[in-house]
């Protein structure tokens, strides 16, 4: 995939990331994950589930127990008589999940003492309440706490009612108590702290016998010998009913067996949510650090898969984490993948991955730039011939090319081999797309096949209009470029907002020829060997009474493209024969003029030439025709006919423009040109790149080898000129020489050369 240009654009990381990380820090410090969270570690249990010790039997006061020994409360002395049974059976201990507070009838709380007292192993529930504000701590009367110990049962519920943390236990009145699970484990009182419980513990291995059973004798020392056996309430009748997770409603006396069950297996360590939630974005950072939406996906994906099932794992080992934070980090950041990708999706090229035209169609800044299409002619072609899965490959070739010079580029690719891009109007794009179109004149590799690429270049230089019509005129600009033989091409705004005048410009130049409107410029060319002027190139310019100058790119083209530049021709002709026959009176000067292809087929053309040069008394071989090189290749036999018979007549023939085209020896043979004319793309690079000066020299040496001269074009610096003068080149034609004048300019630059010279 490329990697210069810019894809479809997408806010940097680290804002996400940023936004994500403080949501996340507020959901996990708000606890907004608690419902799920709670839902998650119960699907977690089922995978390590497991049984209970079977240490600690439940004696349930249930309903059945209700029915025989009367409604709540009891009395002490039923109470007596179940510790009484519970101890003759040989429990280990006894534990009450059920407060004795306040006094009775006095006979039956002394019944409860000295049961107490016989058993000596018994452990009363303390519990607080708050009301008003108030806190009330309910401890066993003194006349039973002076026979048992105490253990703290008060427990703190969430939305479900179910608890998923249980305390150490609790200081009551300057007094360390242990909770009641953990005076059941065995573990010492820890005022302040809480444990995470474990609700693996398959409840229906809870051992648990009713009440009623014990008292009547059922449930001996069978069930009860050498276990911690605790008392409470599993009936609706009574409350103290709670949720437990994963099971559903029961007595609370389960909720600290459970936990007991936990301390038992060891000492469970909360981890708590934020080692999982820096965890996560971690490995978040890491993808959006990844250009691919595979990649990342794979570590999205990867890292949730982590953070679901390492948690069963280690809770497996008594450590507990939450992981909604961490999901929701990664969730947040997958969602806005996606969003954005789905948002993008009709916006990006299948192929490349690059911004198609609907991107290039939204973007609004693009609105106040210039706009440049390229188009590679012959990509359809190149395409069809590829094995498959092979088009990338030449798509990424394609756009390093385009790239360079302007590696943070953002490139539009349409079908058919369309690329476009925005620049700043106010920069000079002419030698930016000339040393790019440079560029395409080596071959693409692709795998063993090297693939010439064809391309031509359209730019729109900004308007009001839509973008799609904006690009639909630099495409037009593009095609025309590729037609005239030319490496690129304006489209100028004002021709197609003024509509008359685009249909009307034919006419236009056919009357302002014959009104004087358009008239001949001169350019100078420089004999290298003895560094004089020694002829011109005659150059048709148009002058509009209202518009101004107009481009000769435009009027040119326009007569060239419905075969109405024969009369535009004899124009130049006339005037440019008559200056150099004017200008030969003083001395040798050659004359050049640019021959349409259009005319290779015009029978009359030689004869009209004949008589013109004849008429003005200009020897033929001071006159030369100058045809692209894409046009003298491009020649039928009638064309190459009309050629010879040129040469005939004693007129030279240049091949202008070479190195656009496809030339090869045997038609630099086969074409009777006198002169080569080095395109000015190759002539410009010659002082920096060294592929155009190699390029430059062998032209040079195959010309002279053909016994031909050689012109370059485009000489715009001295440093330029002192090369060809080192390369051997034999003329020079450009801005360091002069630019396009009057032939009044001219005559008078002329005459100041050759009175510099005699003098």
């Known amino acids: 995939m490329p990697k210069s240009p810019k894809q479809v654009s997408e806010p940097p990381p680290w804002k996400l990331l940023l936004w ?18 709670d839902w998650l570690r119960v699907a977690r249990n089922g995978f390590h589930e497991h049984n209970a010790s079977g240490q600690i039997v439940v004696v349930k006061i249930d309903d059945e127990s209700l029915r025989r020994y009367g409604n709540w409360p009891w009395s002490r002395r039923v109470h007596a008589r179940l510790v009484d049974r519970l101890t003759e059976a040989g429990a280990k201990g006894i534990y009450f999940d059920v407060t004795f507070p306040f006094p009775t009838d006095e006979q039956s709380d002394r019944a409860f003492a000295e049961a107490l007292k016989r058993s000596g192993k018994v452990t009363l529930a303390t519990r607080s309440t708050v009301a008003d504000g108030r806190r009330s701590d309910l ?16 427990v703190e519920y969430n939305y479900q009612s179910s608890s998923w943390h249980l305390p150490y236990g609790a200081t009551i009145q300057g007094q360390s108590i242990p909770s009641l699970s953990a005076a059941m484990a065995g573990v010492a ?9 474990d609700y693996s513990v398959r409840f229906s291995s809870i051992p648990a016998v009713s009440a009623a059973d014990v008292l009547g004798g059922k449930v001996g020392a069978k069930e009860l010998r050498g276990k ?32 007991a069950e936990t301390l038992r297996n060891g000492t469970p360590v909360d981890l708590g949510w934020f080692l999982a939630f820096v965890l996560a974005l971690g490995t978040a950072a890491l993808a959006l650090l990844r250009d691919r939406f595979l990649h990342r996906s794979l570590i999205l994906g990867g890292s949730a898969v982590l953070v679901l099932c390492v948690p069963i794992v280690l809770e497996a080992h008594e450590i507990f984490v939450d992981i909604t934070p961490a999901l929701f980090v990664q969730l947040t950041v997958v969602t806005v993948l996606a969003w954005r990708r789905y948002r993008l999706r009709g916006f990006i090229d299948p192929v490349s991955s690059l911004p198609n035209l609907n991107a290039f169609r939204a973007d609004r800044d693009g609105r106040k730039q210039a706009l440049i299409a390229a188009r590679v002619m012959n990509y359809d072609e190149i395409v069809a011939s590829l094995p498959q899965g092979s088009e990338l490959k030449l798509v990424e070739q394609i756009v390093s090319r385009l790239s360079v010079g302007a590696p943070n580029r953002t490139l539009y690719q349409g079908d058919g081999g369309i690329f476009a891009w925005f620049e700043d109007p106010k920069k000079p794009v002419g030698n930016h797309l000339e040393a790019l179109y440079a560029l395409f004149r080596n071959p693409a590799k692709v795998g063993a096949l090297s693939i010439d690429l064809t391309i031509a270049f359209g730019v729109e230089v900004g308007s009001g209009r839509s973008l799609t019509s904006r690009l639909s005129s630099a495409l037009v600009a593009a095609e025309e470029a590729a037609h005239d033989g030319l490496k690129w091409k304006y489209h100028e705004p004002e021709t197609l907002e003024d509509a008359s005048w685009k249909l009307s410009i034919l006419s236009q130049l056919d009357s302002a020829i014959d009104k004087g409107e358009v008239w001949v410029a001169y350019q100078p060319k420089l004999e290298l060997s003895t560094r004089r002027i020694v002829g011109a190139e005659a150059l048709a ?20 493209q419905h075969n109405r530049i024969g009369k535009l021709t004899d124009f130049v002709l006339e005037k440019a024969v008559a200056a150099a026959a004017q200008i030969n009176k ?8 640019n021959l349409s292809a259009r005319l290779l087929g015009d029978k009359g053309f030689t004869l009209r030439l004949a008589a013109l040069l004849a008429r003005h008394g200009l020897s033929p071989d001071r006159l030369t025709l100058e045809l692209t090189e894409t046009a003298a290749l491009a020649g039928t036999g009638e064309g190459f006919d009309m050629i010879a018979r040129l040469r005939e007549l004693g007129v030279k023939i240049s091949i202008d423009d070479y190195g656009t085209g496809l030339s090869t020896l045997e038609y630099l043979k ?59 080149c034999d003329i020079a034609q450009g801005y360091a020489i002069g630019r396009p004048m009057s032939l009044e300019s001219l005559t008078k630059r002329i005459a100041a050369e050759r009175k510099r010279t005699a003098a």
Not at 144 to 151: C, G, K, L, T, V
Not at 189 to 197: F, M
Request: avoid cysteine; glycine fraction near 12%; aromatic fraction near 8%.
């Open 20 to 37: 994500t990380a403080l949501a996340g820090l507020i959901f996990g410090l708000i606890g907004f994950g608690e419902v799920a969270e």
């Open 139 to 154: 401890r066993p009367l003194p006349l039973f706490a002076r026979y048992s110990n105490e253990a703290w049962i008060s």
């Open 189 to 197: 009182a820890k005022p302040g702290a809480a444990y995470p419980v």
């Open 228 to 259: 911690e056996v605790l008392v409470g309430a599993d009936t609706g009748v009574i409350g103290d009913r709670y949720f437990v997770p994963g099971y559903g409603r029961a007595g609370g006396v389960y909720v600290h067996v459970i936990g």
């Open 541 to 560: 310019r148009w002058t509009h009474p209202e518009k101004g100058p107009i481009a000769a790119t435009e009027f040119v083209a326009a007569a060239e």
């Open 586 to 593: 003083r001395g040798d000067f050659d004359i050049a003029v």
């Open 670 to 728: 086969k074409i009777p040109a006198n002169e080569i004319k080095i395109d000015q793309s190759f002539v410009k690079g010659i002082v920096d790149n060294r592929s155009d000066r190699l390029m430059v020299q062998s032209t040079i040496g195959l010309a002279h080898s053909l016994d031909r001269k050689v012109v370059a074009e485009g000489v715009e610096h001295h440093d330029t000129l002192d090369i060809l003068v080192d390369l051997g």
